[in-house]
């Protein structure tokens, strides 16, 4: 009866079905056929509802508001000027302060659409007015993206949480030193490509010196507000003082603050369309999550898990070759599924089997939501590809092909981290 329901689940999605709609339909196709298992339409409806009624998931909808008001509130300009004035010299300094840009913006936003929304906005015009190739500067910018969903806070660690009962706070100390060690793979293409292909000195050493010019206290005094926000949340997180749901909430009054009496970027009418934005944003995925949390159940009932367990422990008996499995199926799953609902459906599941071949929890969350990162500047479907796409008036295939250099950059730290642990685990057994 498992099997079924993975069929019925993988069919609609060739379909084409909506995943929330193939989730349901594969949940009560059972009881449809005449059978006993599954669930009927009040059990779905009651175990959507009792799924997702739990305060953690409050955050989620936090973070995405708080991104979209930092977004407006132009805070990825003010980061990206920190970054340019020190690295901004070298070869290749420009692309890896838009690199660094999307790094910290991560721990702004939580999410990798809005990271390459935000981040994009600013950096591709830019960098095409010093002589970037435009798909260059998209592809990096869409890959980059992803490292949104790996530094904390981050939206796919809450839901990691909420799918498997581990600590959030420790996911979140899981996701920093990963992050950097992508960032830094992601940089050294970067400058690889520009050394190689060249770079207009002239037009960056003009840029530089006008910014520059300001003074490096000045350009400090007007980044701190937006340098603070990541160390405000995370460190009341790790302080002890408030829980990750209550620095979301956090997130969102100072990103208000900043661009409203700070900056001055916003006003106090556009506050309803940022809470319009969030809500549509949030909206699909909250549906998905409710019934993927059903699904979830329906498979637990069913003894899913309990299946797959046996047949892969049975099957292989390394838990190198076990990870290397996962990650791959990960990786493909990630061109065709939102990052969302392959946590909440999968991460149940496989937890107990790596955990038998004694893989760490926090560091088996890592590996899932950064090979699920690069899902969302992989085609077919990845949501970044189409978001730098639009910013760039290029199709998103077009930036796909000059994004793969950087997915593979991606790749080869992604299997790193995979197979050492120590990058997940270091600030977590150091008791950070």
């Known amino acids: 009866m498992s099997a079924l329901i993975f069929i019925v689940f993988a069919a609609a999605l060739?379909?084409?079905?909506?995943?929330?709609?193939?989730?349901?339909?594969?949940?009560?196709?059972?009881?449809?056929?005449?059978?006993?298992?599954?669930?009927?339409?009040?059990?779905?409806?009651?175990?959507?509802?009792?799924g997702a009624d739990t305060t953690p998931i409050i955050a989620v909808p936090l973070f995405i508001l708080a991104g979209v008001i930092m977004a407006e509130g132009g805070i990825s300009r003010k980061l990206f000027n920190v970054f340019a004035y020190f690295v901004g010299g070298f070869t290749g300094g420009l692309p890896c302060a838009v690199i660094l840009t999307c790094l910290f913006y991560g721990a702004i936003s939580g999410s990798g659409p809005a990271t390459t929304a935000a981040v994009g906005a600013m950096a591709i015009p830019f960098l095409v007015e010093l002589g970037y190739d435009k798909t260059f500067s998209a592809g990096m910018v869409a890959?980059?993206?992803?490292?949104?969903?790996?530094?904390?806070?981050?939206?796919p660690f809450v839901l990691y949480s909420l799918a498997t009962?581990?600590?959030?706070?420790?996911?979140?100390?899981?996701?920093?030193?990963?992050?950097?060690?992508i960032g830094l793979a992601l940089m050294a293409y970067a400058v690889y490509y520009c050394g190689r292909r060249g770079e207009d000195r002239k037009k960056i050493n003009f840029k530089l010196a006008e910014l520059r010019g300001q003074g490096f206290w000045k350009l400090a005094k007007d980044s701190f507000p937006a340098l603070m926000s990541p160390i405000i949340v995370l460190g009341g997180i790790y302080g002890g003082v408030v829980t990750p749901t209550e620095a979301a909430c956090i997130s969102v009054f100072y990103s208000l603050i900043v661009s409203l009496f700070v900056y001055k970027t916003i006003t106090f009418?556009?506050?309803?369309?940022?809470?319009?934005?969030?809500?549509?944003?949030?909206?699909p995925l909250c549906f998905v999550l409710a019934f993927?949390?059903?699904?979830?159940?329906?498979?637990?009932?069913?003894?899913?898990?309990?299946?797959?367990?046996?047949?892969?422990?049975?099957?292989?008996?390394?838990?190198?070759?076990?990870?290397f499995i996962i990650v791959i199926v990960f990786l493909l799953m990630g061109m065709v599924m939102?990052?969302?609902?392959?946590?909440?459906?999968?991460?149940?599941?496989?937890l107990p089997i790596v955990k038998t071949l004694g893989i760490h929890p926090v560091h088996f969350g890592v590996v899932m939501?950064?090979?699920?990162?690069?899902?969302?500047?992989?085609?077919?479907?990845?949501?970044?590809?189409?978001?730098?796409?639009?910013?760039?008036?290029?199709?998103?295939?077009?930036?796909?092909?000059?994004?793969?250099?950087?997915?593979?950059?991606?790749?080869?730290?992604?299997?790193?981290?995979?197979?050492?642990?120590?990058?997940?685990?270091?600030?977590?057994q150091r008791g950070f």
């Open 14 to 50: 060739v379909l084409g079905m909506p995943i929330a709609m193939s989730m349901v339909l594969s949940t009560v196709i059972p009881r449809l056929l005449g059978t006993t298992m599954g669930s009927s339409v009040n059990q779905l409806i009651t175990n959507s509802f009792s």
């Open 143 to 155: 890959t980059a993206g992803g490292l949104g969903v790996i530094i904390p806070p981050s939206i």
């Open 165 to 181: 009962g581990v600590s959030t706070s420790a996911l979140f100390l899981g996701g920093v030193l990963p992050g950097f060690a």
């Open 269 to 283: 009418s556009s506050i309803l369309p940022f809470l319009k934005g969030a809500v549509k944003t949030y909206a």
């Open 292 to 323: 993927a949390i059903a699904f979830g159940r329906v498979l637990t009932l069913l003894k899913a898990p309990a299946i797959v367990s046996d047949f892969v422990l049975g099957n292989f008996s390394s838990a190198g070759t076990v990870m």
């Open 338 to 350: 939102d990052t969302g609902p392959a946590i909440v459906i999968l991460a149940p599941i496989l």
């Open 369 to 428: 939501v950064c090979c699920l990162s690069i899902g969302l500047a992989t085609p077919p479907f990845g949501l970044d590809l189409f978001v730098a796409g639009t910013l760039a008036d290029t199709p998103p295939m077009t930036v796909a092909k000059k994004a793969m250099p950087f997915i593979i950059a991606f790749a080869i730290a992604l299997f790193g981290i995979t197979y050492v642990p120590w990058l997940s685990l270091a600030l977590l």
